[in-house]
């Protein structure tokens, strides 16, 4: 029986000696790989691998903020990233530094930046663009207070793009959409004959330029009072598609419109020293604003848009925004 304890104590003491060399063995690799090696993330993105992450936690932060808010670029809505990385833990020397500055360009190269804004018409033309809807609407309303001509064409798109266009401020915005309502020279009107009227014994104002009928017909409604209202130029009935000519040489300042509302679609030409001639109830415009035309040139076709009754060309001369009438030069 003694020998059997002694056996028995002589093998636990041999056990004990081992377990403790196993011990100290691990207790050295482990301060070995303590002393030598750290825990990291493996970033992979788009399954190529781009480098390390100590705290993907907070890198995935930064990327879920950049997409939110960009880089904090003025009217930034967010930011399209179709594809996130992929983190795996693993140990590595120390000597690895991570990189996380470089993933998250990378990241961003991809992103595609949508911008928000809002667009200002005039009839389904965008003229102007600003920051806010509180800027858009301000500007509707002091283009309303100023009673502009066009006050009633003008309305206001919100815009999601990836381009921002140019901005504007209200003031400018205001400036740049004001259209003076013309004002009407109100006359007594004698029969001339075949020509139909001419004003009174007024002689007719020098426009500095020579004009040219922009098309040829019947004229089916004068300048001035009629049962409507005051009309401020010329009717002159013609099949639809007819060509229309620019009566003088000039730039097309306005070229648009509304196809349910007053001209229809319609352009107007400056010539210089304040004179305008507009070109009404167009079915199709040839020129846009800014184009510069030489007399003769087609520039519309005759159509029934706007508060028409039939197919017809609408021609206007202003002179420093005041409508005259036509048949004194034309007609």
């Known amino acids: 029986m003694f020998n059997i304890l002694k056996k028995i104590v002589i093998h636990i003491r041999s056990s004990l000696k081992v377990f403790f060399i196993i011990a100290i063995a691990l207790a050295f690799i482990i301060a070995a790989v303590i002393l030598l090696y750290k825990p990291i993330y493996s970033v992979t993105f788009n399954g190529e691998f781009v480098g390390y992450s100590e705290d993907k936690t907070k890198l995935q932060a930064r990327i879920n903020e950049y997409i939110k808010t960009g880089d904090g670029k003025e009217n930034v809505a967010f930011v399209q990233i179709t594809t996130l990385p992929e983190y795996r833990l693993c140990l590595l020397k120390k000597d690895n530094v991570p990189n996380d500055d470089e993933i998250f360009e990378k990241v961003k190269q991809t992103g595609t930046v949508y911008y928000n804004y809002y667009a200002i018409l005039e009839g389904e033309e965008e003229k102007v663009y600003v920051s806010t809807f509180s800027e858009a609407e301000e500007v509707v309303n002091k283009l309303k207070e100023k009673d502009s001509n066009n006050k009633d064409k003008i309305s206001i798109v919100e815009k999601y793009s990836t381009e921002l266009k140019q901005l504007t401020d209200t003031e400018k915005a205001i400036a740049s959409l004001y259209v003076e309502k013309p004002k ?146 034309l007609y």
Do not use: M, W
Not at 262 to 272: K, N
Not at 309 to 316: D, I, Q, Y
Not at 321 to 326: D, H
């Open 184 to 329: 009407i020279v109100k006359r007594t009107y004698t029969s001339t004959g075949s020509t139909g009227y001419t004003a009174g014994n007024a002689t007719p104002a020098n426009l500095g330029i020579s004009l040219i009928k922009p098309v040829s017909g019947n004229i089916t409604s004068r300048f001035g009072g009629r049962a409507s209202g005051q009309h401020t130029g010329l009717d002159i009935a013609a099949p639809k598609g007819t060509a229309i000519k620019a009566a003088a040489s000039g730039t097309v300042t306005f070229s648009g419109g509304n196809p349910n509302r007053s001209y229809g679609y319609y352009l107007i030409i400056s010539h210089g020293n304040g004179v305008q001639t507009l070109y009404g109830h167009c079915s199709q415009l040839l020129v846009s604003a800014g184009t510069k035309v030489s007399q003769g040139q087609v520039i519309a076709k005759v159509g029934s848009t706007g508060n028409s009754s039939g197919n017809h060309l609408h021609l206007e001369i202003r002179v420093n925004g005041t409508a005259i009438n036509p048949q004194r030069y």
